[in-house]
């Protein structure tokens, strides 16, 4: 436990080292096909990649990203999911920077790599979660707007 508390508190500095380096880039890559076969795939039950780790320098986002349908009460397409798609593939950058991780492994999605992110993708707790719900800006606009008005 106090091992994974330890690699957990380095995988932070690591991805803040990251999100810090110029040569790292957040690139829109956009769909493979059209929206309306990706469309139909995600109706029928089928994966849609919504980010790719291309390199230790750059991790490639889908129109996806943001979260291809509603889903746990979140909307499609919104900051959550988009939080939760960068986490998990900052993860997979720092697989490669810092702990060796071979691209083509994490490319194919290698059960190893794969778990990792996904643990780090959803640390979320509640309390965070609720930051990037839709109305939140608001909630926290009527206080601010109360104290101003004193």
């Known amino acids: ?17 990251v999100l810090d380096d110029p040569n790292f880039a957040l690139k829109y890559s956009p ?6 076969e990706i469309a139909k795939d995600l109706l029928n039950g ?3 990649a919504v980010g790719h780790t291309v390199s230790g320098n ?16 979140m ?5 959550f999911r988009l939080a939760h798609t960068i986490l998990h593939e900052m993860v997979h950058v720092v697989q490669i920077r810092h702990e060796g ?11 190893t790599y794969e778990n990792a992110a996904y643990r780090w993708e959803h640390s979320f707790s509640e309390a965070d979660k609720s930051l990037f ?7 926290l606009k009527l ?3 109360n104290i101003q008005k004193n």
Not at 101 to 111: E, N, R
Request: proline share 10%.
């Open 101 to 111: 991780a071979p691209i083509s492994s994490v490319a194919a999605h290698s059960g």
């Open 1 to 17: 436990m106090k091992l994974e508390r330890e690699r957990d508190e380095a995988r932070k500095k690591q991805i803040l080292q």
């Open 31 to 36: 769909p493979q096909k059209p929206i309306a």
């Open 46 to 48: 089928k994966s849609v």
């Open 58 to 73: 750059q991790v490639d986002l889908s129109p996806f990203a943001g979260g291809a349908l509603a889903q746990d009460g």
């Open 143 to 145: 206080p601010c707007a």
């Open 75 to 79: 909307p499609a397409r919104n900051p």
């Open 133 to 139: 719900h839709s109305n939140s800006w608001t909630k």
